[in-house]
């Protein structure tokens, strides 16, 4: 049968196959949509290989045609800062990869908790333990006591009156509302806590060391490890649970062994997502570091605050280096998370 030019364009051939008119259509946005995602990449990269006088003369996008490429920012950098770069640079990994790790493990199995089992702890109960331990922080910020000692003695008087006043109360608190309070944590701005923070760690001399800096982003990211995984393990049909359980798997061997394979995509995306949180941390970074444990955003608003302004050759080759470990992670990840993204499209 014979086609008019606008069927042969705008007509399918078959069901699989797209309209030529269509298919030009749709790679000239995805084109154009690819060039405006990537063309701030492409610009810091060629603006690391510019010099002063490129910068500030003017808009040029082409090297060998409207500049003349120089190394002088990467020698700069790599030269002459290179072991101030380089312990920055190893800090970071240190404390964005291990904190990532220990949020994703802690707030997959709390979260998994929360999707599995109900849980009613009495409000009454909940007050009593922040209005203890609220006392205790007085103790130690106030009056100066030992913060060991003030621990301690917070939870056995804690535990002592829960024994006795517990069973009066009687509102309870659901799973929804443990959730709320999870994700109202990050809600808050963290210049809100930041100096009880600082003053925390310095009571117990951690201040300017990595293990203050990777329990604090573990501690900030995990709302949003445990927000994002429950929705992830209440899709996973709970028969299957049941089934293992039946052939004699214990709760955890049934969480390592199908939970988490089942729940890889979102694994992946929350880890992803987790890991440019920890990496690109400033505030907190920078009340709790000084020189030991100097992070990468701390060295580049260093660069920021000097005398001659913001050097945007040398923020360049900053930034380039600093999103690498990023789009290796993007990379490995990538079949995971488009798995992930996709989940809810799939779903009922």
């Known amino acids: 049968m014979n086609r008019s030019a606008m069927q042969w364009l705008f007509e399918p051939p078959s069901i699989r196959d797209m309209a030529p008119g269509t298919k030009v259509i749709v790679y000239a946005i995805l084109t154009f949509w690819t060039a405006f995602v990537l063309f701030p990449i492409y610009w810091v990269l060629i603006t690391s290989f510019k010099s002063a006088i490129d910068v500030n003369s003017g808009p040029v996008y082409l090297p060998f045609v409207d500049f003349q490429p120089s190394l002088h920012a990467w020698k700069e950098l790599f030269v002459f800062d290179f072991w101030d770069t380089l312990s920055a640079y190893v800090n970071s990994l240190i404390i964005a990869l291990s904190a990532t790790a220990a949020s994703v493990i802690i707030g997959s199995m709390a979260s998994y908790a929360l999707a599995r089992f109900e849980y009613q702890p009495r409000f009454g109960v909940v007050f009593m333990f922040v209005l203890v331990m609220v006392g205790a922080f007085v103790a130690v910020g106030r009056y100066g006591v030992d913060w060991r000692l003030s621990c301690a003695a917070g939870v056995a008087v804690f535990y002592f009156l829960a024994r006795a006043l517990g069973r009066h109360f009687k509102a309870r608190l659901g799973n929804g509302d443990i959730l709320f309070w999870m994700i109202s944590q990050r809600i808050l701005a963290p210049i809100v806590v930041v100096v009880p923070i600082y003053m925390m760690f310095q009571q117990v001399s951690l201040l300017d060391t990595h293990i203050a800096i990777i ?17 992830f393990f209440t899709s996973i049909p709970i028969d299957l649970e049941e ?36 990496w ?22 260093a660069m920021n605050a000097g005398e001659r302004g913001i050097l945007w050759w040398s923020m360049s080759v900053v930034i380039i280096v600093m999103i690498i470990p990023v789009v290796i992670l993007a990379i490995i990840l990538q079949r995971y998370i488009s798995k992930g993204l996709l989940l809810g499209a799939v779903k009922g």
């Open 280 to 301: 690109n941390e400033y505030l907190l970074a920078l009340f709790l570091s000084t020189s030991r444990a100097q992070t990468m955003p701390i060295l580049v608003a």
């Open 243 to 278: 089934c293992a359980q039946l052939d004699g798997a214990t709760r955890f061997g049934v969480f390592w062994d199908i939970v988490l394979p089942l729940s890889r995509s979102g694994l992946a995306a929350t880890t992803l997502l987790v890991m440019i949180l920890s």
């Open 215 to 231: 329990l604090t982003y573990t501690v900030i990211n995990l709302p949003i490890v445990i927000w994002l995984m429950y929705d």
